[in-house]
Every structure is written in C-alpha cells, then in structure tokens.
C-alpha cells in the first residue's frame, strides 16, 4: 500500500503495471490508465479490459466460481465472486460466448488486475 497527503488526509492506494496498463485502486475504485493510447478509464466491479478476459479489479480473495471450462454464458451473466474489504463483488461476462479458461481457484488471493477467466466469443 503507497499513500500521500492531501488536504490533510493521507490516501492509501495500489497501483500496479498490467499488459500495459497501470491500475490503481484507492477510495473503493479501481482505475485503468492504458499507457499506449491517452487516457484513463475508471473500471468497476466487473473490470475488464476487453469482453474477451475478466481481471481482478481490486486485491482480495475469490469466494465463488460461478461458471465451468466450457460453459456457455450470456452477457451479464456472473462469472466470480470475490471478497475484498469485508464486501462481496460479483463479476460479470460483458459478451455472450463461453469460458475458454480459469485462472483462479477459491480460496486464492488475487492482486489488482490479476487475470482471472478467459472467455472465447460465440460463434453464432
């Protein structure tokens, strides 16, 4: 955890360096800065950096897998459930297509833009 004064306050934050992108997560949020293109996007629970992978959107630990190899899921669809900060946060499929693979268990520590599950498109 980093931190720094601002108006009187200290904020403690984490950053981390991820398939060129810099997250950073501080007061609750996760947000994305990619490093090659200009420009900063703030993520949510359900963070990805495309519809093609889901990644971790803050540290914490991964209660739940909701989904297979190889289950077929619909966009908004919950994937994972992991708890950070005494809170559950559900993540969610932004396409339609199935898992192609998982790359978390429960029970397992998960960092700040960690790659959770990889999801192939529907063909259809």
Not at 46 to 66: D, N, R, Y
Not at 81 to 99: D, P, S
Request: with cysteine; net charge positive; glycine share 8%.
């Amino acid at each position: 955890m980093k931190s720094f004064d601002f108006k009187n306050k200290k904020i403690s934050y984490l950053e981390k360096s991820f398939l060129g992108q810099q997250w950073i997560y501080v007061n609750g949020r996760t947000l994305c800065i990619d490093q090659k293109p200009q420009g900063l996007k703030s993520r949510k629970a359900s963070s990805q950096s495309s519809g093609h992978q889901l990644f971790a959107p803050m540290p914490g630990k991964i209660t739940k897998l909701l989904v297979t190899d190889g289950a077929a899921i619909k966009k908004g669809d919950s994937v994972i459930v992991m708890e950070a900060m005494k809170m559950e946060y559900t993540l969610k499929a932004e396409m339609n297509g199935e898992i192609k693979s998982i790359h978390a268990s429960v029970g397992q520590q998960v960092t700040l833009g960690q790659l959770l599950v990889e999801l192939s498109e529907d063909k259809k």
